[in-house]
């Protein structure tokens, strides 16, 4: 990122000189707690700096697994495209079928298109496309690179979305040592006191502590108070809950899949 600045002092966030960085960590694939996020890093649409924003699942354990430690993504297509890779594979096709379509519908559809429904997708919406400045990017439905506008730059470069697919096994210099660590790390999590409460109720166990500390982000984090948090806290969503999934390696399983009847769609 900063080679980059150097070249070309005077960068547009938006312009095709500005990269976007994709990187797990190096223990990211590995059997250890806290080791499943992905960072999306380049020059914020939002801010005109450097910026960064992460998200959970599986999409770097996928990219590691591929035989990549990052991912860099620089210039911009000349048409809507989505960059498939499939293991050293690497292949940009036409995203046309997909212009304009929601992040879930676009995922679905080209994990179909791939063929394989456990192909991890990093995709832009509606408005990432439009080059909405906040824009995210997602995955697995539920898992959003959230904050300083990756999605827009993901839509400036004509990108729709991130295939990834991979199952090599990772080099470990010394798996006995690892796996030890990584039982050590379980164990003191699992006795912690709140271990079981997260397990339980997720992220939305939060919800209330932060709205009342002023820290719940409302309307574009143009407000730090909601006033409907009961509505979408741990005791609410319970009565929605059909399930939790968890990122890479982690006991948690604080996301938790909901159905609404309602709206007859999964949140």
């Known amino acids: 990122m900063f080679d980059n600045l150097m070249k070309h002092p005077d960068l547009k966030p938006l312009g095709p000189e500005n990269i976007i960085v994709i990187a797990p960590g190096p223990f990211s694939g590995l059997y250890l707690p806290a080791s499943g996020k992905t960072s999306f890093i380049s020059i914020s649409p939002l801010t005109g700096i ?4 992460n998200m959970g699942g599986l999409l770097g354990v996928e990219l590691r697994q591929a035989g990549y430690d990052a991912l860099v993504i620089k210039g911009k297509a000349d048409a809507l495209s989505v960059i498939c890779i499939d293991y050293e594979d690497i292949k940009i096709r036409s995203a046309s079928a997909y212009a304009d379509k929601t992040s879930s519908d676009t995922e679905r559809a ?3 298109d791939m063929g394989d429904i456990e192909t991890r997708v990093a995709v832009i919406g509606p ?3 439009n080059l909405v400045k906040f824009a995210c990017i997602n995955t697995e439905w539920s898992r959003n690179a959230g904050r300083t506008g990756m999605g827009a730059i993901f839509g400036s470069k004509n990108l729709k979305a991130v295939a990834i697919r991979g199952s090599h096994d990772l080099p470990v210099h010394d798996m006995d040592a690892l796996v030890n660590t990584g039982d050590q790390a379980f164990d003191y999590l699992k006795s912690r006191d ?3 409460l997260w397990q339980q109720q997720g992220l939305m166990s939060v919800i209330d502590y932060i709205n009342s500390v002023g820290a719940m982000p409302t309307h574009n984090f143009n407000d730090a108070h909601f006033d409907g948090a009961d509505t979408i806290n741990d005791d609410a969503m319970l009565k929605y809950e059909i399930g939790d999934t968890s990122c890479f390696c982690c006991p948690m399983s ?3 899949p909901s159905y609404s009847r309602r709206q007859q769609e999964f949140h």
Not at 50 to 53: I, L, N, R, T
Request: charged share 30%.
């Open 50 to 53: 450097y910026g960064d924003s």
């Open 110 to 112: 080209v994990k179909e």
């Open 127 to 129: 408005a990432g496309e």
């Open 194 to 196: 709140l271990f079981e």
């Open 254 to 256: 604080i996301s938790m």
